[in-house]
């Protein structure tokens, strides 16, 4: 799980380490039922591992709120379980067929199968959450999948919508990945009993640093798919009908006639050589490099969320975790 983590982040998981191993253990256990394919695929998902940061954003704001007790484990494999139960479902709306470098749960058991164990984990992680008995965290928890749901739903009411905004954009990335981030930032302080101030000040730093988070995953799709041979294939995101913030801000760089001519050669499935007049109108106005910049502004703003939390550090490790969305191979 450590693999791909390096420097001070870390270190920030090497302090966790024994929380995070209970975690695990938490985790195993919400996929345990007599119905057989449930621990199967428990196990297969536990097994692809991920880099568990949602916990950690939990772990981190709970020791940072001064959290003594014990329901924080299970709390942050709640909010694992619930990220996982949602790639579960995305994988069959997106039709991947690929997570975490193997093939999705549902290349193997199907659509059906795939869709109840997603809501089986939902279900067993709020039942796992209302054991917990503060409201406020099983509210903050529905709330989360309420969100994550609409934002899913808006992305698909703007599948292919060239002229999507920003504006739009934003909401849907806040609405699916933000959230939840946000969410484990804030049980963290409603755990330790923080102010309500210093509560929606950790709730907007991870609402923020989601959205950065978010940002530079859509960058990285464009990235890492020019070193897989951009011209040929301009990375999943766009197959799958999502237009993200790179190519919103082409849309908008480029000149009227440029703008009209991405726009056709979006419509239907664009050609190899489509592509690559894109992959050059991406180069000519930096697009990447802009959408770099905003991710940026955001991560500066969830970092300055955090100036009415004590100094202490585990707020400097809040900020290191922040900081590791930006720090991927562009
Ligand atoms: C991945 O986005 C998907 C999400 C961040 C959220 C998915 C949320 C739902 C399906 C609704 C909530 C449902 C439940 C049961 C909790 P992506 O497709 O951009 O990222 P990817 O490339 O990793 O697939
Ligand atoms: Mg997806």
């Known amino acids: 799980m450590l693999k791909q983590i390096t420097g001070d982040i870390r270190k920030i998981f090497g302090s966790y380490e024994k929380d995070l191993t209970c975690m695990e253990g938490s985790l195993r256990e919400l996929f345990a039922s007599n ?19 949602r916990p950690l954003f939990l772990l981190v704001s709970a020791r940072l709120a001064g959290y003594e007790g014990e329901d924080h484990i299970s709390l942050s494999s709640v909010i ?17 067929d690929v997570r975490r470098g193997r093939s999705a749960a549902h290349v193997t058991w199907g659509n059906q199968v795939v869709v109840l164990v997603g809501d089986f984990l939902y279900a067993n992680a709020l039942r796992r959450a209302v054991s917990c008995g503060d409201v406020r965290i099983v509210g903050a928890l529905s709330q989360a999948v309420t969100s994550m749901s609409e934002g899913e739903l808006l992305q698909l009411e703007k ?19 933000g959230v939840l981030i946000s969410t484990a930032c804030r049980i963290g302080g409603l755990l330790g009993g923080v102010s309500a101030e210093q509560e929606e000040a950790l709730a907007s730093f991870g609402l ?9 995953d859509d960058i990285l799709d464009y990235v890492a798919g020019q ?32 703008s009209a001519e991405i726009k056709t050669i979006l419509e239907g499935s664009p050609s190899p050589k489509g592509l690559d007049r894109i992959r050059e109108l991406f180069k000519k106005y930096d697009a990447v490099g802009l959408a770099l910049e905003k991710a940026r502004e955001f991560l500066k703003e969830a970092k300055a969320e955090t100036s009415v939390l004590r100094d202490c550090p585990e707020r400097q490790e809040l900020l290191a975790l922040a900081d590791y969305a930006l720090q991927r191979e562009f």
């Open 159 to 177: 599948s292919g919508d060239v002229n999507i905004t920003e504006e739009d954009y934003v909401k849907i990335i806040a609405s699916k990945t």
């Open 227 to 258: 070193e897989n041979g951009f011209g040929k294939k301009l990375g999943k995101d766009l197959e799958e009908g999502k237009i993200t913030l790179p190519l919103i801000y082409l849309l908008r760089q480029a000149g009227l006639d440029e």
């Open 208 to 216: 923020k640093a989601g959205i950065a988070f978010q940002m530079a």
């Open 35 to 53: 119905v057989f394919l449930i621990p199967l695929i428990g196990r297969y998902l536990i097994e692809g591992g991920g880099k568990r940061m």
């Open 80 to 96: 694992e379980s619930i990220h996982t139960a949602s790639l579960l479902h995305d994988d069959v709306v997106d039709g991947a």
